[in-house]
């Protein structure tokens, strides 16, 4: 099936360019990344519509009935997320992180292994 093979090349796509995110070393590498993870999820979103319009009337009902356009769901879910996150960030105390990370780490230094 066609979009089968379309919707395991966006997800490759879209793995790799996250992998590739992940390890940029430059902004110019990570813009390059991040176009590939929109192309590769924008052929997923597209063929998730294919995917739907080719269900059986009864599964698509239960799915339309359960997600929605989709749309709307995504952008709830985010403002959720961003109302916990602006919440957390008025009431959580900032917590100084160390300047340094102990290598040599103080049980091997007294024991004189290190």
Known sequence: ?????????AIVAFVIASLGCGFAQNTGQ????????G?????LQV???VVIAAMSP????????AYGDGTAHIFLISAAVAAFGLMAALHLTPT???DSIDLAP???V????H
Do not use: D
């Open 30 to 37: 990570l813009i390059a990344w991040r176009v590939l993870q």
């Open 106 to 108: 103080r049980a091997l």
């Open 47 to 49: 063929l998730v519509q």
């Open 110 to 113: 007294e024991s004189g292994r």
């Open 58 to 65: 009864a599964v698509r009902e239960v799915v339309s009935a």
């Open 1 to 9: 099936m066609v979009s089968s093979t379309c919707r395991q090349i």
């Open 39 to 43: 192309i590769g999820m924008g052929a």
């Open 96 to 98: 100084k992180l160390r």
